[in-house]
């Protein structure tokens, strides 16, 4: 028995090829439609597709034949004669086989498209290819991005190697301006709490991650103005072009956060925390001999949010590494501040580093800092060898004197 696909079978895969394209493309689409025309004639089209547009309803009708001739120019007419019948001005003709040079140019004259196998087949991949990056609203990258890779701070920082491709993420990120305005009664006095500033709300992971206060009572929300800063930047449509990262970062990954919130959510989170992180405190005397101190906090109607607007901000974060050491490091990718960088501070004492130990890897500050007498290798606290109880001197592993 043959195991080679009814002619039938193909006509119905071919319909289903050209109804997915016209699907890709926001078409309502119907296969097989019986229609009657003004006589009340019965009319098969294969393949129905309409869209709804501003200036009305698209309707289109396609005819599809899986053949292994070409097709000629008596089929065109039928088919013309077919969408005049039907009332359709716009008909497209599919055949697996192509058409004869003639029923090409007929075709053309009556209005008629022609895709043949090939041209199917590619209008189907365009519509199954990857979509070209792009990202409305977003902060476009700074172009001077490799000139923060590497500490600067660190006399030997040269030995960092970024670990693993860099991730280049746009996060969704709202800018939140809020004036707080409260007024409360305390020990015979009103006392009055103003404050006027900017929040910065992660439309992903929907936290706080950014304030800053313009005037009046300081929040204490975080405040470090790495993502606030954004909101003077204007906002662009990225597309892939404007993604290219210098080299040294070896090819970065891309990616672009979801927002899981909307306009109205963010003003509500923004009002909820600022009500919360805004406090005054008033010493008033309540006896002859006695003070009391009274902390005012505001409630979340005394907050007015004044603007909310979105934009997409690029985080850059990678690890770098010595010896067997990882460091993490993340920073905003346009005013390149610094949101998270493992290797600013001593890994003994916690203050600003200044050197890495070549021995193992750790990064240290100056007073954890000591060099071999030998090859001037910089060690650290605990790879020091030290030799002497007055005048010490200090040697590496490899160059520990003998005894």
């Known amino acids: 028995m043959s195991s080679e696909i009814p002619t039938k079978e193909k006509g119905g895969l071919l319909e289903d090829m050209v109804a997915d394209v016209f ?30 547009e501003v200036f009305g309803v698209v309707k289109m009708a396609i005819e599809c034949k899986y053949v292994k001739e070409p097709i000629g120019i008596k089929e065109i007419r039928n088919f013309h004669d077919k969408l005049a019948s ?40 365009q519509i199954y290819a ?20 590497m500490s600067n701070q660190l006399s030997n920082g040269n030995l960092l190697q970024i670990a693993e491709p860099a991730t280049v993420c746009y996060l969704p990120f709202y800018f ?3 004036h707080c305005f409260s007024q409360s009664k305390v020990g015979g006095t009103v006392v009055t709490l103003e404050s006027k500033g900017r929040v910065a709300v992660n439309a992903y992971d929907e936290q706080i991650w ?37 080299p040294k970062l070896i090819n970065p990954t891309l990616q672009v956060a979801p927002f899981k919130m909307a306009p109205a959510q963010a003003k509500a989170l923004a009002q909820r925390e600022i009500s919360k992180h805004l406090a005054l405190k008033h010493v008033y005397s309540a006896y002859k ?19 909310c607007q979105f934009c997409y901000i690029p985080i850059i974060s990678l690890n770098l590494k010595v010896k067997d050491k ?13 949101i998270r960088d493992d290797i600013r501070i001593c890994k003994i004492c916690q203050k600003p580093s200044t050197v890495i130990c070549e021995n193992c890897g750790n990064i240290i500050c100056k007073e954890h800092w000591k060099q071999c007498e030998v090859c001037k290798k910089n060690l ?24």
């Open 86 to 125: 039907l009332g359709f001005t716009k008909g497209i003709f599919v055949s697996t086989a192509g058409f004869t040079s003639e029923a090409i140019d007929h075709a053309k004259s009556l209005g008629i498209e022609t895709w043949d196998l090939a041209t199917l087949q590619e209008k189907t991949r």
């Open 176 to 178: 939140v301006d809020y």
């Open 289 to 307: 001999y006695r003070t009391v101190e009274k902390i005012i906090r505001p409630v979340k109607k005394d907050i007015e949010i004044t603007n």
């Open 326 to 338: 990882l460091y993490y490091r993340s920073f905003q990718a346009n005013t390149l501040k610094i």
């Open 23 to 52: 699907r890709g493309w926001g078409f309502d689409v119907q296969t097989e439609l019986k229609m009657k025309d003004r006589s009340e004639v019965a009319h098969e089209i294969d393949v129905f597709a309409s869209k709804k």
């Open 130 to 149: 990857p979509k070209a990056m792009m990202i409305n609203d977003a902060i476009p990258l700074n172009s001077s991005i490799d000139i923060f890779m």
């Open 210 to 246: 950014d304030s800053v206060t313009y005037a009046g009572v300081p929040s204490s929300l975080l405040r470090g103005g790495q993502i606030v800063d954004c909101a003077s930047l204007r906002p662009q449509t990225l597309t892939e072009k404007d993604f290219h990262i210098n």
């Open 380 to 403: 650290c606290e605990n790879c020091k060898i030290s030799i002497g109880f007055i005048l010490k001197k200090y040697y590496c592993p490899e160059h520990q004197p003998r005894k």
